[in-house]
Every structure is written in C-alpha cells, then in structure tokens.
C-alpha cells in the first residue's frame, strides 16, 4: 500500500512542472509582449523628457542612434540645450494617435505629438530589438 501510495505521489510530483510549463506558454511566458514593452518604454522617455531628465531619456537609445540632431551625444548635447534655454517648459505631450508596429526584432513609435515653447512638432522612434532588449535606433519628427 505505501508502495503504490508513494508512486502516485511521485507521478504527481513529475506532473507538476508540466502542467505548470503549459499555463506558462499559453501565456506567452507570462511576461509583458513587445507592443507593451514598448508602450512602456516610451512612457518613461516621454515622462523624462517633460521633466527635462535629458539622463534617462537618452539611455533608451542605442550607441548608434542617429536623429536629424546627430548621433547619440549630439542630440543628449540638443536637449540638454532646449531645457537650460525654457525650450522644454510646459510641454505638452499628446499620445492619443500613438501606435507601436512591431514586425519581428525591429518597430515603430509614433505619431507623438509635441507642443511648447518651440512650437509644435510630431515625433516617431524606431526601435531594434538586440540580445533581447528594445533601443531607440532612430528618432525622427516634424514640425
């Protein structure tokens, strides 16, 4: 009796992580997909960019990053510029036509609308995704 007992335990036991692994994959893994990833990404660079936290915006962007300002150092010098100067006070950020397209490891952002002292302007990133994590590659806008 404690034989059978013991082995109905054990195949239980080694059931388990089966069961479990399958809810997991039905879930994607259980973790946020790409689009929300994204969406959140880009949240936090908007956020950072009303509080003149010119830092944490451009640590979303690859070394390689290129937008009409220049490579990754020209456009943190640009917004560095654009906050000391009032250019950033009161901006106004409007998301509500913002979609994020992924097509495997790369995406898209945008349209972002901005307003503020320099006016309005509408802005989009692109995105690659590299060993796993989202970089801002690209920036661009018009005004």
Known sequence: ???????????????????????????????????????????EMLEALKAKDVETMVSFYADDFTSDNGGKDDTKAFLEGAAQQGFLDGLEVDTSEMAVAVEGDTATIGPIKLEGAFGALTMGFDMEKRDGKWWVVAQTQEM
């Open 1 to 43: 009796m404690k034989t059978k007992n013991f082995l109905r335990f054990s195949i239980v036991l080694s059931v388990i992580p089966l069961v479990l692994a399958g809810c997991a994959s039905t879930r994607g893994g259980g973790g946020p997909s790409d689009e929300e990833v994204l969406q959140s990404m880009a949240a």
